[in-house]
């Protein structure tokens, strides 16, 4: 970690960016979740990510210097709300996908495991994990972490050892969370399985940070 009290050229470049792909892939997952709104504030949704990240970011790098971890904490909680809504954005665009063309809904049946189903929001929940979880590699390993050396091959298994954990960890909560739990609020099967999504990407957050810091990334 930069001993910096203000951001430097790479950590405000690495706000900045982060801050627009949250704000860009925070767009489907609104108009999924709050079609009712969505009309009325799309146009504000990437520019508030694109200031807000940088200040956030601003306000811990100074705070860190009572705490230190707050810092490299904080660019975690970034890159998780990134991968948040690329996980959410890709289940929201396999939702919409598959039943607009080919009429498959996300409670049908996938496959029969004794007395247990599994519908195809798993299969989607398992793919939109996937892509996020190889875009949190990248933004971990070499801003969050630093670890700009070569990866070697040692790291690449404790990732995937680390990954594997945080995927089973987040889809099973957000495949319990989806199907033994009916939906509140009046939220419909789609905005219900957003919020499991999101539950799971928590769930699956809080492991993958402390193997990340303690196993992949320990320096």
Do not use: H
């Amino acid at each position: 970690m930069s001993e910096s009290t203000n951001l430097n050229r790479k950590d405000l470049k690495f706000s900045f960016i982060a801050g627009f792909l949250i704000g860009l892939l925070a767009m489907p997952v609104v108009k999924a979740a709050r079609p009712d709104i969505y009309d009325s504030i799309y146009l504000t949704i990437i520019p508030f990510f694109f200031i807000a990240t940088p200040l956030g970011a601003a306000i811990a790098i100074r705070l860190s210097q009572k705490i230190s971890i707050i810092w490299q904490l904080a660019k975690f909680i970034v890159i998780g709300v990134l991968n948040t809504v690329v996980d959410l954005g890709f289940l929201s665009f396999l939702t919409f996908l598959f039943k607009s063309y080919v009429d498959l809904n996300s409670t049908d049946t996938f496959l029969m495991l004794g007395a247990s189903t599994i519908t195809f929001y798993s299969v989607y929940k398992g793919l939109s994990f996937i892509v996020a979880n190889v875009n949190s590699y990248y933004w971990n390993k070499y801003w969050t972490f630093e670890e700009n050396i070569k990866k070697s091959s040692s790291e690449i298994v404790q990732f995937f050892v680390v990954s594997l954990l945080g995927f089973l960890i987040n889809i099973t909560t957000a495949s319990y969370v989806f199907g033994a739990i009916n939906p509140i609020g009046g939220l419909n099967s789609d905005q219900w399985g957003l919020i499991g999504a999101a539950i799971g990407s928590i769930a699956g957050l809080l492991w993958n940070f402390i193997g990340y810091k303690l196993w992949v990334f320990k320096k």
